[in-house]
């Protein structure tokens, strides 16, 4: 089972700044199949990147994703007051898929 | 656009057999794309639950594998969830999905249900 580690936990952060997501992975992640999702409070998870940095339709292009192999980062340029969510990756790669335990940016 | 929403009971005892409902509008299940739950305790993360595609594989959890059944009502475009032998730990936002079709089996989650939040307590 690949499992994937979020850092940090928590992001303290002010509207405007950016973010930095850190997804790491136990072994490779084949073929770049990494996705993220956001997801707001009460909400359900929304999907923001796949294959490593392809935005979803709709997603916009402040939110970036990049990475390979076992390392892979969500960059979210110009916090946005509805950015503020916990953000989370999963990989595609082998089964069972997983996903990380979740980064929370939240309103410094 | 794809619509999934998620019933079945808010309260299931310990022991008993957590059972869902995922309803699907906007696109027919028999067309293609995986189909799933996914799950969330209390404050937790993510937990992918299992999936199947329409007359082909399916795939789960090892950790749940022995305890879950995932089934599918063609004609009136829905699938449904049942996890047995439930505990505390079960206790959570219970997610039906479509995930995308990869070459191995599904990839993403493209579009989610609302969620639905089942306790399990006596």
């Known amino acids: 089972e690949i499992v994937l580690t979020q850092s940090p936990g928590t992001l303290s952060l002010s509207p405007g700044e950016s973010a930095t997501l850190s997804c790491r992975a136990s072994q490779s992640v084949s073929v770049n199949y990494l996705a993220w999702y956001q997801q707001r409070p009460g909400q359900a998870p929304r999907l923001l990147i796949y294959?490593?940095?392809s935005r979803a339709t709709g997603v916009p292009d402040r939110f970036s994703g990049s990475g390979s192999g076992t390392d892979f980062t969500l960059t979210i340029s110009r916090l946005e007051p509805e950015d503020f969510a916990v953000y989370y990756c999963q990989q595609y790669s082998s089964f069972p898929r997983t996903f990380g335990q979740g980064t929370k940016v939240e309103v410094k | 656009q794809v619509l999934l929403q998620e019933s079945g009971p808010g309260l299931v005892k310990p022991s008993e057999t957590l059972s869902l409902n995922c309803t699907v509008s906007g696109y027919s299940i028999s067309n293609g794309y995986y189909w799933g739950w996914i799950r969330q305790p209390p404050g937790k993360g993510l937990e992918w639950i299992g999936n199947?595609?329409?007359?082909?594989?399916?795939h789960f959890d090892p950790s749940l594998r022995n305890r879950v059944t995932i089934s599918v009502d063609t004609p009136n475009n829905q699938f449904s969830l049942r996890l047995a032998t439930v505990t505390a730990a079960d206790t959570g936002i219970y997610y039906c999905?479509?995930?995308?079709?990869?070459?191995?089996?599904?990839?993403?989650?493209?579009?989610w249900g609302q969620g639905a939040l089942v306790t399990v307590s006596s």
């Open positions: 199947f595609y329409h007359g082909g594989s399916t």
């Open positions: 294959h490593v940095s």
């Open positions: 999905a479509r995930l995308t079709l990869g070459a191995t089996g599904p990839n993403f989650v493209d579009f």
